[in-house]
Structures are given as structure tokens and as C-alpha cells.
């Protein structure tokens, strides 16, 4: 099967089960996560790992953004000062600090991520404090062969910029693009040129990093199926390593920038769908790779050879190729995944600051996984990176009968077969390349925590 021949556009089953659901970078997804979850659990959880030599990931989370864009729905800080840097990573360094008297145990850290907010809104020099930190603490790798990347900011990334971040570890980046077109630019409050952008693209290949991340966003204000397609065909012309194609979930009432945005100048869903589909398969049509969901990859990228050899992985990073790690996560609102429990950051800085300056982990809420949790959780991974599950092999490894513990659940799966989303034969579930742009509706068959009819306002719609 050829990499084209993946994908079927079904509009009529798009529209039927295009509702709104998790993007499953956990399962029980952070909705079930609990304000009792405290810093005892971390402790807990510590102990249950404290004989493990698996690899770790580390995640940081730096909020200040100098500039809003009114799409954003991540946790930041908006301020032109850039001052208000350095108390925070004081107390990020106490965090380290404690996470790494918990969890470091000469654990080798193969995966880092910065990510925001703005990252490189700090000052090279604090870039450069800030890995020193996190080398002391942990046993970060020496020799290039890790994945460590950072999120970038076109607009905030100078030449020296880029140079600090190769020096002090960094080899991967992803540049925060959306929408080359002015018009959409303007109404979204990110005003970025193609020019700096792809300066940027072109001084991190100069400069050594491996791979290089373009996220795009359809649904904006403006964009038409026409003007998408200009900017992706700018984007190509750069050649990333790989891209993010996210649908821009128009949320309001739950962020504040949103309501900046015009909803009479959204495209219409009927626009989104065409745009989508358009841009899908301009990139196979390109030779990329669709990954799942959102993410397409060169086919020498190590995501594609991971999915292709059965060992890629879904967390709060997105998909990775590092299954084996424990998470840690330092930073306001930063969520770790360590064994058996997910935890949490405060969202509200100076909540987070408090527990710093109290010298307690700034633990907001968590939740313990229990053996159902942990079942539900890898046969939706296998679903959401693989497109495919064995029932037999994974009935042998959790000791269970795959039809009988899921009896319910392949009951509701006969009319995704019907629907062809999905193929049942001998033991193997089998996404069929009409099912791959739904796999998260697919999923939420398994996931306890969501009635089956329940339409779920609280997420992103599926497409």
C-alpha cells in the first residue's frame, strides 16, 4: 500500500463523525484528573520508580509571550517585560531541583522539550543558565544523539539565538507559523513574514539541527481553501522535516484571546473540510508521511520509521518515539507522566510561585491509573500510533480475553466495520484508510470515561 493510497476522504462519514472528542496524548485524559492528587502522590510514585533505569523525558514550560495571538489556547503570560523572566526561573530551578532529588537517579534523559509561551522570549544568556540547571541536576546526554527540541518564535529568534540554542544542546526546532496570508495574519495578531521564517528554517540547517517542525492552523479568520493553499505551498517550498496541521478550535468562553476573533469571518465548515482535504493531499502528494491525526513526517523521519516498525508513542508532547521514558515536567501548568499516575503543575503562576517559595512541589491535581486505566490506555495507543491492534497478543500481555473485557465495546465497533472505518479479521482490529482521519472517535469507543453517545463540549472537534 502505497503512502497515498492511506487515506480515504469520506465526506459523508466525516460529517457523521466528525464530534468532538480527546486528543488521547493521555489516557484517562486530564478531565479526570483530580485536585486530591498532591505532592505525597509524587513522592509515592517516586518510590514505586526508584529502582528503574529507564530513560527519562523532560518537558519545561516557559509562559511569557511578548506578543497575544488571539487563536491561543495554550497557558502563557503576556508582557512586553522581559524582566519578569528571571524570578520565574529562579523558582523553576527549585523545581528541577526537587523533581530531580525525586526522579533523577542517573536516569539518562534521551528525550528535552521547551516548550511555552514564548521559549526564546528569555535572553540567550538565561538559555544557557537555565541548560546549565538541568544538566546539574540531570544526566542530560553530551554526544547529539538525544532528542532535545524547542518550540521557536520566528519573530524572536536572531541569528545568535539560534547559535545558543545548538551550543547548549538543542537539535531539533518547530516554528510557530499558522498562516503565511497578511489578511489572516492581521486578524489573529501574528504578523509574520515569510522572510523571517525562513530565515530561521535555513540558520537551524547551517547551524546542525536534525529536524525541523512547521505548525500550520486551518480555520482562521479569512482563510479560504485558495489562500491555505498558497501557504502551504510556501511551506513546501521549505522543505520541513515535518508538519503540524492543526484545526483551530474556536473556544471563547474558555480563552479569553478567542474573543478577539470575529466568528462571522471563521470559515464556514464546509470551507474547513475542503481546506483539509485539499492540504492532505498536497502533502502525500509531496511525499510526506501522514502519522496520525494532525502530523505528517518526510519518510526518512524518525517518526515514520517508528510507526513503521511498531514502537511509536502518544503523550503530552504529541507523537514520539520515546515509549519507554518517564515524563517529567517543570514549569507552571506542565503535566508529568510518571509509572503508574499523571500530575499536574498549577495553571495560575502565582499559585505556582507559592508552593516554589514554600518549598513544596506546586502539584495542582493528578490522577493514579488503576488496571482497567492502563488497559483502556495502551489499546487506545496502539489504535492512535499504529492504526492497528493484534487482540490476541495484547489479550497475552494483560493475562485477559480481548473480546470478552471489551465485549461492550465490540459491539459499538460493528458500525465503524459496517462504516468501513475499521476491519475485524482473525484476531487484528485494522483502521481502514477511510478511519484514520476519525481515529479519535475510533478511540473513544475504549475510553471508559465518555458515554457512548455523549457528545463531550468541553473538546476540540474531531475535524
Not at 528503574?52 to 511569557?64: E, G, M, N, Q
Not at 523572566?85 to 523533581?99: C, G, N, S, V
Not at 508532547?317 to 503508574?340: A, E, F, P
Request: charged letters at 25%; one cysteine or more; glycine letters at 6%.
Amino acid at each position: 500500500m502505497n503512502n497515498i493510497d492511506k487515506l480515504i476522504w469520506n465526506e459523508d462519514l466525516i460529517r457523521r463523525y466528525d464530534l468532538s472528542g480527546p486528543r488521547y496524548t493521555s489516557y484517562p485524559t486530564a478531565v479526570q484528573f483530580d485536585g486530591e492528587f498532591g505532592a505525597k502522590d509524587c513522592i509515592s510514585a517516586a518510590e514505586m520508580c526508584k529502582d528503574s533505569t529507564a530513560p527519562l523525558s523532560l518537558y519545561v514550560h516557559i509562559p511569557f509571550c511578548a506578543h497575544v495571538c488571539y487563536y491561543c489556547a495554550c497557558n502563557k503570560v503576556i508582557t512586553k517585560h522581559r524582566d519578569r523572566a528571571q524570578p520565574y526561573l529562579d523558582r523553576l530551578y527549585k523545581d528541577i531541583k526537587m523533581q530531580s532529588d525525586l526522579f533523577a537517579q542517573d536516569r539518562i534523559v534521551e528525550q528535552l522539550h521547551w516548550g511555552g509561551g514564548t521559549p526564546t522570549f528569555i535572553a540567550d544568556e538565561q538559555m544557557r543558565e537555565l541548560m546549565a540547571e538541568l544538566r546539574k541536576h540531570f544526566k542530560l546526554l553530551d554526544d547529539d544523539s538525544g532528542d532535545y527540541s524547542i518550540e521557536i518564535d520566528p519573530r524572536e529568534a536572531s541569528e545568535e539565538t539560534l547559535k545558543t540554542l545548538r551550543e547548549v544542546g538543542f537539535n531539533r526546532i518547530s516554528l510557530g507559523v499558522q498562516d503565511f496570508n497578511p489578511k489572516v495574519q492581521k486578524a489573529v495578531n501574528r504578523v509574520q513574514s515569510e522572510e523571517e521564517t525562513r530565515f530561521v528554517l535555513d540558520t537551524g540547517r547551517a547551524l546542525g539541527f536534525k529536524s525541523i517542525n512547521i505548525d500550520l492552523i486551518y480555520g482562521l479568520p479569512f482563510q479560504t481553501p485558495e489562500t491555505f493553499a498558497e501557504t502551504v505551498s510556501r511551506v513546501l517550498d521549505m522543505s520541513p522535516d515535518r508538519l503540524s496541521v492543526f484545526n483551530y478550535a474556536h473556544m471563547p468562553q474558555r480563552f479569553m484571546p478567542q474573543r478577539r476573533i470575529n466568528e462571522d469571518e471563521l470559515p464556514t465548515p464546509d470551507q474547513k473540510l475542503i481546506i483539509l482535504h485539499e492540504t492532505i493531499e498536497t502533502l502525500l502528494q509531496a511525499g510526506y508521511v501522514y502519522i496520525g491525526m494532525d502530523h505528517f513526517a518526510k519518510p526518512d523521519d524518525e517518526l515514520a520509521i517508528a510507526q513503521q516498525q511498531g514502537k511509536l508513542h502518544r503523550n503530552f508532547q504529541g507523537y514520539t518515539t520515546h515509549s519507554d521514558c518517564d515524563l517529567i515536567s517543570m514549569g507552571v501548568s506542565s503535566i508529568s507522566q510518571v509509572g503508574k499516575c499523571y500530575y499536574q503543575n498549577h495553571h495560575d503562576l502565582e499559585d505556582y510561585n507559592k508552593a516554589i517559595d514554600d518549598n513544596l512541589l506546586p502539584v495542582k491535581r493528578g490522577v493514579w491509573l488503576t488496571d482497567d486505566d492502563l488497559i483502556r490506555k495502551d489499546a487506545i495507543m496502539q489504535l492512535i500510533c499504529h492504526f492497528s491492534l493484534n487482540m490476541k497478543t495484547f489479550g497475552q500481555q494483560h493475562s485477559l480475553d480481548f473480546a470478552e473485557y471489551f465485549e461492550d465495546e465490540m459491539s459499538r465497533l460493528a458500525q465503524y466495520v459496517t462504516d468501513d472505518l475499521i476491519q475485524i479479521e482473525g484476531d487484528t482490529i485494522e483502521v481502514q484508510p477511510g478511519g484514520r482521519l476519525l481515529i479519535r472517535a475510533i478511540c473513544k469507543v475504549f475510553d471508559k470515561y465518555i458515554p457512548a453517545e455523549e457528545i463531550q463540549k468541553g473538546y476540540s472537534r474531531i475535524i
